[in-house]
DNA sequence: CATAACCTTGACAAGCTGCCAGAGATAGCG
DNA sequence: CGCTATCTCTGGCAGCTTGTCAAGGTTATG
């Protein structure tokens, strides 16, 4: 929250304090993955706190959402950051991309169900700041090397192809897939959509 | 609901029911549409009834939900038999199942925001049991002639290109395209996911 | 017109969110 | 070790929403 406030130094958390915020967010984690309407009470049940403490760290069920939101876009900007996209061959840096996707689908699923905070309009939450660049700037590079056809936008591109891991995650959810069959899919996909040939 | 209950004779309701009943529906697609997680009592101010009149005719909030997306289903069905899908050549029909589509979603913003049932899994909707079947026919059908690939089965192809329809309306509600724009970018990038040559 | 179906009003219980104050416990400092 | 600021817990409270019920008024249908 105000972990990076500029104006102030940088004021010292309690230890368990710390400690009960890591609890909450992990517990949050959890249990909105598997039940996106859990209430705050579960939540904090969960974290093995109370529903007061967690409100004693974030203001309200959105903030926290949004906090859950933030921490995960850092956990997936550092696996990206750490799968060499811009020096791979553009094509195993696609799958590469992929795969830090399904690795990160199976550790956040309530990202599948973005159906908790009620009011806010902001589709745009920290993923979609963070995330869609990177690839992006692999697709530019696969397009500018040749190895990816240049008719489509790479911005749309990168879009289109985080909404074909989510629909192929959202059928291995559904049971109409297996997890090999849909990555082997949405891999294969993902190389059409670029125009790039399928190498088998 | 119990329409079609085959034992009860077709047990008459009155005209003013039916009224209200369609005025409910009407006024849940507009207000859900622009604010899924509007209230019962604001659906019922806006079809005109108070919030007991909608719990007269369904049970619960989830019901009301059903019932909308059922309904929704049927006009999406028709919509679709009335466009020759079976008769115009694959890719032309290809973009007919689209431009269905992109009816439609500017018909029923509801359903890019599914965020309104809480407890049930049902991610399985009268939509998703009526719309992709109909377009797994026509890409198994394109598969066939040859103007479509048939290296990806025609099932997952379907989800994939309905998820890709979402992503570009997206786009649009967002404000990063255009719907020109992204009407065109769904259509080329569906041709290029069957594997069907883009004609420019 | 008489009746059954429907709508409305008012009230109620339960659950969840968000807030506040006070008392208790704990970590970090001197 | 003891002190103090900080954190946590207990308990309670207001407001909103969902869902239910009963009583009485209204409308369509036969």
Known sequence: MDLHDAATPPRRRRADARRSIHAILN????VLGERPDASMEDIAAAAGVTRQTVYAHFPSRDAL???LIEAAAAEYLAALDA???DTAPPADALAR???????????HPLLL??????AP????????DVVPPRLEQLIRRGQGTGDFRASLPAAWLADAIIGLQQTAAAQVAAGRA???EAEALCLESTLRLC???ARR
């Open 97 to 107: 991309f992929l795969d830090a996707g399904w690795r990160f689908l199976r550790r």
């Open 178 to 180: 297996t997890t090999q």
């Open 65 to 67: 959402v949004v906090a």
């Open 121 to 128: 309009r902001p589709n745009r939450n920290a993923l979609s």
């Open 113 to 118: 169900n973005p159906a908790a905070p009620g």
């Open 83 to 85: 799968a060499s996209l």
């Open 27 to 30: 517990a949050a984690r959890v």
């Open 195 to 197: 125009g790039g040939e």
